[in-house]
């Protein structure tokens, strides 16, 4: 098993790429990849896009049909546009019900994989040190606030240990990022 240290580390990295990404660019990017595989909603999501193509070019064949000069020729246009149409509409609908439910399920599940599995590790390993400071190193007063809420006075917590490695990401983060907007 990994080292806790790394876990967390790596847990905060995680948290921090997501935050930095955007819930939404990452529900989108799943969304996108759920409809790539043989799925239920792959069918509907690609016979929106054909329905979609259809609309447009009716519309635009309709605009090109003057609608006093071959009014027969126009209704026709018009009857096949609109039940294309109302058809696209239905299965736009469908499917944008169907993917507030797929983002709210994946938000569930980003949270809990993220956020969720870190607060299960400071509350599982709130006693255990992540690793100690030599003795008479800092005041006992830091010993303690190190330590804090229930690891042994001495050592560092899951929970400092977390914030440490949260504040490194974001500095380390904010460096790259000046870095990239020099060049």
């Not at 080292?3 to 529900?27: E, K, P, R």
């Not at 447009?56 to 018009?78: C, G, H, P």
């Not at 983002?103 to 255990?128: I, M």
Request: hydrophobic letters at 50%.
């Amino acid at each position: 098993m990994p080292s806790l240290l790394i876990v967390v580390f790596t847990l905060q990295l995680l948290i921090h790429l997501i935050n930095t990404v955007g819930a939404g660019f990452v529900n989108d990017l799943l969304w996108n990849i759920y409809n790539k595989l043989p799925t239920p909603t792959s069918k509907d999501v690609q016979s929106q896009d054909v329905l979609r193509v259809e609309v447009v070019r009716l519309k635009r064949e309709m605009n090109a049909v003057s609608s006093q000069d071959e009014f027969a020729r126009w209704a026709k246009i018009r009857r096949q546009h609109d039940k294309v149409a109302a058809e696209y509409e239905q299965k736009t609908q469908n499917t944008q019900s169907f993917k507030a439910k797929f983002d709210s399920a994946v938000s569930a599940l980003r949270w809990l994989g993220t956020n969720g599995l870190r607060v299960f590790l400071q509350f599982w390993f709130s006693k255990q040190p992540m690793f100690w400071i030599p003795m008479a190193w800092i005041p006992w007063y830091a010993e303690w606030l190190l330590s804090f809420p229930r690891a042994p006075v001495g050592s560092i917590s899951i929970q400092i240990w977390g914030i440490a490695c949260a504040t490194a990401i974001q500095l380390a983060s904010a460096a790259v990022l000046a870095g990239w907007a020099l060049l």
